[in-house]
């Protein structure tokens, strides 16, 4: 494996922050570089205000925004009109992540993301760059065929309004599900970027917590497999195989839709971001079995 390649596919990534963790952060800029991608998760105890809060001091410490537009959360499409509205005009968001959330009870009349993408709202707000849900290891109140279905209206959107429109997955825990997703919904991921999404650094039982929370599937057994005793379930846990099995098939694969990586900081903002940093920077070393090694 090419130790550049790994750099490369990481350059670029993106990562989220909480409102919550965004409070013990003195300034974004001392940790990730300028223009990274930060998301800013709808989680159900944040308030809209909140995030807006947040997206504008992302971009006053020169940061790009990228606030979670959730659907199930929106009571109406006037209320995704006056959110974006802000989003746009208070904090100059120019990018957003739609998806519909795992909520059994939507706020109200929104069920779907499709229907925020098709609204028009993006369009009226400037936004161009939209991040769209994928599931590479299914979705346990959503069946097959609705994904694909799901997929082609977002590549339809795409083409009808020339938007960038990609896709960010859900987080996984190796490299497999990704790939197999890939080959599998080849024609209906069409020409949208993706990105695949990862765990950042995180002791091995927050990462079990999120998981069964989430609902994610086979990689997760695995990932429980190794992890099976209590003190290993303290130990940190790091996607570096993850990482580095995409990256070779990426190198592999140059007509592969893989654009890079999402961290999903579970286990803190600046943990995972240092370390995404250091693989940037080249500062480590492949081993043998297929692993990186940060002295």
Same mark, same amino acid.
């Not at 537009?69 to 009571?75: N, Q, S």
């Not at 990932?223 to 996607?239: E, H, M, N």
């Given at each position: ?16 922050? =909480? ?16 223009? !990274? ?15 807006? /809060?947040?997206?504008?001091? #992302? ?16 009571? =109406? $499409? ?14 100059? +968001? ?9 909520? /059994?009870?939507?706020?109200?009349? $929104? ?5 925020? #993408? ?49 896709? +960010? &997955? ?32 995180? !002791?091995?039982?927050? $990462? ?27 130990? +940190?846990?790091?996607?570096?195989? !993850? ?21 999903? !900081? ?7 971001? $240092? ?11 492949? &081993? ?8």
């Amino acid at each position: 494996m090419n130790k550049l390649a790994v750099q490369e596919f990481v350059r670029n990534y993106s990562i989220e922050t =909480t409102v919550q963790e965004a409070d013990r952060i003195e300034r974004f800029s001392d940790v990730v570089e300028p223009g !990274t991608r930060v998301y800013i998760p709808h989680t159900p105890h944040t308030g809209f205000s909140e995030m807006v /809060a947040v997206a504008a001091r #992302l971009r006053k410490e020169g940061m790009a925004p990228v606030p979670h537009i959730v659907a199930r959360r929106i009571p =109406t $499409l006037a209320m995704v009109d006056s959110l974006l509205g802000m989003f746009s005009g208070d904090a100059g +968001v120019e990018q957003v992540l739609v998806v519909a959330g795992d909520i /059994a009870t939507p706020a109200g009349e $929104l069920e779907s993301s499709l229907q925020v #993408l098709e609204s028009g709202l993006l369009e009226k707000h400037k936004i161009q760059s939209v991040g769209v849900a994928g599931h590479p290891e299914g979705h346990r109140d959503v069946g097959d065929a609705a994904l694909r279905d799901a997929l082609r209206r977002k590549n339809a959107y795409a083409e009808r309004t020339r938007a960038n429109v990609y896709v +960010v &997955t859900q987080f996984i825990f190796s490299a497999d599900p990704v790939i197999e997703w890939e080959r599998s919904f080849r024609e209906e991921i069409g020409r949208l970027p993706v990105t695949a999404g990862l765990p950042g650094l995180a !002791t091995a039982r927050t $990462l079990l917590k999120y998981a069964m929370d989430c609902g994610v599937g086979a990689s997760l057994q695995a990932f429980s497999k190794r992890y099976a005793s209590i003190t290993k379930l303290l130990t +940190v846990s790091a996607p570096d195989e !993850t990482i580095i099995a995409l990256a070779d098939y990426k190198s592999r694969n140059p007509a592969s839709r893989l654009a890079g990586v999402h961290f999903f !900081t579970f286990g803190g903002f600046k943990r995972s971001a $240092l370390w995404a940093n250091r693989i940037v920077a080249g500062d480590f070393e492949l &081993t043998d079995d297929g692993l990186l090694q940060m002295e």
